[in-house]
């Protein structure tokens, strides 16, 4: 890419990073006749399509050396690393291993299998021996492996039947005796046992779980807004919690972060025992279901009657027949498989960035869809939803230009031969990488993190937190229709890859449902979420949080007054200058309707008036400068408290670089104990970096084993966050966790309430899927 872009004439440069969408078929086409004539671009496209340069594709030598690794750490008993080595063996083993005597991917499951089952994972060792299976169905150690995992798991009858199998596909008199001897061994196990532990499931756990279904509740449309173009809005008065719309994606593609960690379709975190591409090492799946769906290959045959082996009674045939079925249907998916025409070995996919690899999968989606492999004139229609072309930065636009040339080329060569590279088709394509950029959601995962103290010998002395983690972006054509708002009434989250969205606040008929896009008031204050929505949406935010001077905007950065009984916010600059553009100019200008002059937020209890008691109250402006009190109108030297500040933030800086590698020494948490002690004396009880603070000193605490003191300095962090975003909002939910877990050190009752009232936060936001999406402690009770 760098080298293409630095050859660009500048002139052309030039034209493109001016252009608006009404230039694009001219700039797209004068690039387009510039690369043609350019070497540099073939030889590109060529390392991008070329099957002989893949490094994505299958290679049977990466494979069995791979697969010699493994089972030197098997035989070393690191079967953790026996399996991960047996699981990369896996993407590069070819489906059909020509001139070997066993197929290689059905021997790389049984030695897989193997290790799972000294590892206690009885279950993915049931589901790798039935993927052996269905690949060489005649394979007697596969069966015998399986008989094994069938007894562990209780399943004696199975288990018999197993190693009948076994016994008659099994050529060797030492195997024949093996077998015999394990045969024995589970009979007695079967007469002592005479209820089964365990009923079997031949599904094993290869099927992807689904979660019980809740109907829509609310009824919601989409309309034109006189403001923000298109939006959501009730038609009805909905309560809090009411699910109000599920969707699944237009297209969808994993971050390139998770592509290890991961499941490349549903996004589910992989299982031990992840499945591979058919056709190439690029993706893992967490079932063989999620492989063929996103695939569109079906894993394996059913072998016909009496294909199986010589003279096998028809008993054994019936019984292979059953227990093969179970992952090799043949049944078609309606779904237009997502990565088949990335699957060929050649690595754009996985070099070209991910929103312009979704992209190509919207592409093809269109083409399939249109059963035209050359029709995509009307591809900007596809997903008609507003684009920020005109508002890109020069650079991202030259940018686009190139991923988007190259990306027709790369679908050209391994997709549709016939497809057109023009200039009016790349500057379709442009449009639609304009479009993904600010209409794709990142789906996330709420990811436990435990932070685990010397003292842990038992598992017990650790703080538990939860984060979002992005780990796919995904088009969804209605649920682009929600607009954003920094005070959302809506939440989004994703089971799986389906879009769901549930009310967290009862709106009435005719409101409009808003979602977050990310910046919140009390994460980041007025100017960090108008910079941020400016920059990722092109659009200055004038939702209620942005629109009215409210009580944690004041908070978040403000300076403690030089009074000792006096509460008010003294601001820096910055901040003043937000505050004027809410109450100056509109309490001063008496021309403006009384209802156009609420623009200080109703909080009651006298919130803003406290902090702000000359500006709001006595509308007193004199005192609206920077380092003045609001409230009392005090002087604060704001360079003396910066500067002590800035000395604070190298300690604290000290202490959180010792909470990641588990290393807090005496001198450094004392010294952050003085520190926070600054920082209340210098800022105002309310500014978030208190909070920040006190949650470091309650994991370094806990970390030291003195998880009372934790709690302490836990709940004052917790204290401040209900102050910046309410006492219902899903960050507090979060931080009970970490509160709850430190309360279960000590075995303290707290921490049953705890755990019921971030329970109740969290089913405002997930409703009847909050126990799926958090551990049983805190998702049910």
Known sequence: MEKLKSVVPSALRQQITKSGPDDLPATCSSLLHFFSHLPLFYQVVKELTDPEN???????????ELKLRGNESFSKGDYRKAIHFYTQAFRFAPSNSDGMEKNLVAVLYVNRASALHNMGHFLECLDDCGRALAISPTYAKAWFRRCKANASLGNYEEAIQDLKVSLELEVSLSGKRQIESELGIILDRQKLMHSSLYKSNKNGSDARTYVTDEPIQGNVQCVSLSTKGRGIVSCANIHLGTLVHKEDPYAAIILKTCRETNCHFC???????????????????CSSQCQLVSGGKVFGKIPRKSGFHKDLPDEIEKYISECISVGNSD???ENIPEHR?????AHWPSILPSDVVLAGRIIVKFIEQQKNSGCVSNLQAVLDLCHNYAHLPPDTKLEMHIYSIMLLNCLQKNYAPKLPVTGAIISQVVILLSQIRVNAMAIVRMKSFDKRGPSDEHGNDFTSTLEQVKVGQAIYLLGSMFNHSCRPNSHAYFLSRTLHVRITDSVSVGSELEISYGPQVGQWDHKDRQKILRDNYSFSCQCSGCSQLNLSDLYINAYKCAKPDCDGAVLDSTLTSYVKQKVDPIFGDPAIPYTQKQKVENTGNNGIVGLAHYVVDKQDFNYLNPGHCLNCGSYCDLESASAAISKAENCIRRLQ?????????????????????????????????????EDNIAQAMCLVGEPQA???HCKLSIKILEKLYGSNHIVIGNELVKLRSIQMQLRDCNAEITTKRAHEIFLRYFGSHTGVIFPCGIGCT
Do not use: W
Not at 341 to 345: I, L, P
């Open 54 to 64: 893949a490094l994505c594709r299958k290679d049977s030598n990466a494979a069995s």
């Open 267 to 285: 996004f589910n975190e992989l299982p031990v025992h992840a499945v591979p591409c058919e056709s190439c090492s690029i993706p893992l799946y």
């Open 331 to 333: 049944q078609c998916t």
């Open 341 to 345: 025409h990335e699957c060929e070995g």
């Open 657 to 693: 670089d010792a909470i990641s590698i588990n290393d807090i020494q005496a001198e450094s948490l004392s010294n952050a104990l003085m520190v926070s002690n600054i920082l209340r004396s210098t800022l105002h009880p309310c500014n978030k970096r208190i909070s920040e603070v």
């Open 710 to 712: 934790a709690i302490d």
